[in-house]
């Protein structure tokens, strides 16, 4: 489908034609210096290979829309699922979102895309779906372009929630950088580094490239975030990875984008132990900072503060411009003062009342008290493997993380424009 005769839609439905996709994609994210690890091929197909679902509860199937140009040149890819629940039957809830409907694994989820064009391709995403208004109940429309963005006010559009990411401009060496800290940051850091002397304690950090030695490392990498999650007397984190399905996915994609030079494991070692790790990806000058484990037995010695700032000294020194601290508004984030990119998002529901019930209800049923509880008593064919059960006692309410007080970041935010419907779902 077209809206004009320079950009046109291609629906890919099915995984043999998204393996084919792959050096367009590729292509594509070298083109717009893409910054996310989420919007690379690797993820999508690791994403798809992993933690889709297709049983009688909940049924995913592909809706990848690639807009080319004129020359046949894919200048757009919204990587999006139509999920279905129940699978079968004639009552079911159809409603679109993009690729990444996990809990909180793929932390930001949107279209690839030329700048130039964002609100182009937008239009053509809206019109396409608009005209298999029947097919689907809504959208979810994260990473909003511009044009979007601000048509919040349409009748079939509900404003979604933000998400941020916290990037850290680097300076050219470490001295430097530490001259624009806070003094609080600062003495933690003197803390830090003192402590381990002060008892002997030799640290050093280790950097793996490698796939195969990646792959390897991971069941340790999985043993200290589990570890992380189970400490009581610190800010309440989430296994994310407790399921079998979410492990083999982190170490699918990691060794795929290792192949590709973009894929790091960190690892801080204290007197040749392994006691804190953390995931990271390479895109291009920045280094986008995943996910991370610590061994409890070093809390005192606060080792994750220390694997940042070793990670940070090694950014520097192999002349990465940035590092992206990741999601969350967060006090381990914003003491170091870093700029804060807000992600926007938007539900467009189907001009049906039967499509708008159907949304209703789903919120509905995915509020506090009612999904927790829900989520234990269904049968497991009707929720997502990517999260175990358990998981949901220890996660807090989202209206619980907002209202939390947090230290405020330097400079204004940057709007690029993501609601968190389903990453949970």
Same mark, same amino acid.
């Given at each position: ?13 099915s ?7 792959? $050096? ?11 910054e ?15 933690l ?7 049924? =995913? ?5 690639v ?96 998400r ?7 300076? $050219? ?19 830090? /580094? ?15 490239? =490698? ?20 400490q ?12 079998m ?8 994609v ?6 590709r ?11 040749g132990?392994?006691?804190? $790790?953390?995931?990271a ?15 409890s037995? /070093?809390?005192?010695y606060?080792?994750?503060t220390t ?50 019930a159907? /949304? ?7 509020s ?11 049968? $497991?064919?009707?929720v ?30 940057v ?6 419907? =389903?990453?949970?779902?």
């Amino acid at each position: 489908m077209s809206i004009d005769q320079h950009l046109q839609i291609q629906l890919v439905t099915s995984f043999e034609d998204l393996v084919d996709l792959k $050096s367009e994609w590729l292509a594509l994210e070298a083109s717009v210096r893409a910054e996310l690890p989420f919007q690379t091929w690797e993820w999508a197909v690791a994403w798809w290979q992993h933690l889709r679902e297709d049983s009688r509860g909940v049924r =995913d199937q592909l809706r990848i829309c690639v807009v080319r140009d004129g020359t046949n040149t894919v200048v757009a890819i919204a990587p999006l699922i139509l999920t279905e629940r129940p699978s079968v039957g004639p009552v079911r809830l159809r409603y679109v979102q993009f690729i990444g409907a996990d809990p909180n694994i793929t932390e930001i989820r949107g279209m690839l895309c030329r700048r130039e064009l964002a609100n182009e391709c937008c239009r053509l995403l809206r019109a396409h779906f608009a005209a298999h208004a029947d097919e689907w109940d809504w959208i979810s429309w994260d990473s909003l372009c511009p044009s979007l963005s601000e048509a919040t006010d349409h009748p079939t559009l509900i404003a979604g929630e933000d998400r941020s990411t916290f990037v850290l401009p680097l300076a $050219s060496d470490w001295q430097a950088m530490k001259g624009r800290l806070g003094r609080n940051i600062k003495e933690s850091l003197r803390k830090c /580094y003192n402590s381990l002397r002060r008892d002997g304690l030799s640290y050093s950090l280790e950097t793996l490239r =490698d796939p195969w030695a990646i792959e390897v490392a991971m069941g340790e990498f999985f043993r200290l975030h589990s570890e992380r999650a189970s400490q009581k007397n610190t800010a309440p984190h989430s296994d994310v990875f407790a399921s079998m399905e979410a492990r083999r996915f982190l170490t699918a994609v990691c060794r795929m984008l290792a192949e590709r030079g973009i894929a790091r494991l960190f690892r801080l070692r204290v007197d040749g132990r392994v006691v804190a $790790s953390r995931v990271a990806f390479q895109m291009g000058s920045q280094l986008y900072l995943y996910y991370s484990g610590w061994d409890s037995a /070093y809390a005192r010695y606060s080792v994750m503060t220390t694997l940042l700032a070793e990670i940070i000294k090694d950014a520097i020194v192999r002349g990465s411009t940035a590092v992206n601290l990741s999601t969350g508004n967060d006090v381990s984030k914003t003491r170091w003062r870093p700029r804060e990119v807000v992600y926007r998002s938007g539900i467009e529901v189907a001009p049906r009342f039967s499509a708008r019930a159907n /949304y209703l209800g789903f919120r509905a049923a995915r509020s506090v008290g009612t999904g927790k509880l829900a989520r234990e008593l269904l049968p $497991s064919f009707l929720v997502r493997r990517s999260e175990p059960r358990g998981a949901w006692r220890s996660r807090p309410h989202p209206a619980a993380v907002a209202t939390r007080s947090c230290r405020r970041v330097a400079g204004p935010p940057v709007v690029v424009a993501i609601e968190a419907l =389903d990453h949970q779902v």
